[in-house]
T-cell receptor
């Protein structure tokens, strides 16, 4: 089945540790995105990548880093510089290069920093 | 940056009632998307709209792309308990490759 997978579903880390969230898609989509969602809030864009080996900062990139070495993978690292990392993280992808911009989302990773 | 105002923020309705929610923007959008998010899950795309005035249905859901290109609404008819969740609108402001802007969400609660 084609889709987007995120792992793990739940992640606990101690304050000051870096942590990497996985996002994989087998939809052959060009563009991938990372969003952060806080309780009762909408989605805020962290980073996005429209092509392999290229990515851009979104609205809240400080304290996060990404890489896009393969088309199907877009991991997000939450660094110790992120002051309030506890949140629900969503990865999305879209075909790209067309006028249709439907983004499809993964199931999310809930990160809790203790 | 772009802002989407989504209302209402929450609704508590009786099973069987119809529901209406909308999104408005201060600027023009070329695409409107409506998503539903269940608790602890990722949003799922419900309806996509690409032309001003377009009216599209998906089962009991109907969405319209406003003529001014600055608004969209989503209606749910004859609500059922599994309609519970958060509904998000999202708009794409320009040409292909532009980022989506998301509304703040409408939390729907249905009383059996």
């Amino acid at each position: 089945d084609g889709g987007i997978t995120q792992s793990p579903k739940y992640l606990f880390r101690k304050e000051g540790q870096n942590v990497t969230l996985s996002c994989e898609q087998n939809l052959n989509h060009d563009a991938m995105y990372w969003y952060r969602q806080d309780p009762g809030q909408g989605l805020r864009l962290i980073y996005y990548s429209q092509i392999v080996n290229d990515f851009q900062k979104g609205d809240i990139a400080e304290g996060y880093s990404v890489s896009r070495e393969k088309k199907e993978s877009f991991p997000l690292t939450v660094t110790s510089a992120q002051k309030n990392p506890t949140a629900f993280y969503l990865c999305a992808s879209t075909l790209g290069g067309t006028v249709y911009n439907e983004q499809f989302f993964g199931p999310g990773t809930r990160l809790t920093v203790l | 940056g772009q802002q989407l105002n989504q209302s209402p923020q929450s609704m508590f309705i009786q099973e069987g009632e119809d529901v209406s929610m909308n999104c408005t923007s201060s600027s023009i959008f070329n695409t409107w998307l409506w998503y539903k998010q269940d608790p602890g899950e990722g949003p799922v795309l419900l309806i996509a709209l690409y032309k001003a005035g377009e009216l599209t249905s998906n089962g009991r859901l109907t969405a319209q792309f406003g003529i001014t290109r600055k608004d969209s609404f989503l209606n749910i008819s004859a609500s059922i308990p599994s309609d519970v969740g958060i509904y998000f609108c999202a708009g794409q402001p320009g040409a292909a490759g532009n980022m989506l802007t998301f509304g703040g969400g409408t939390r729907l609660m249905v009383k059996p």
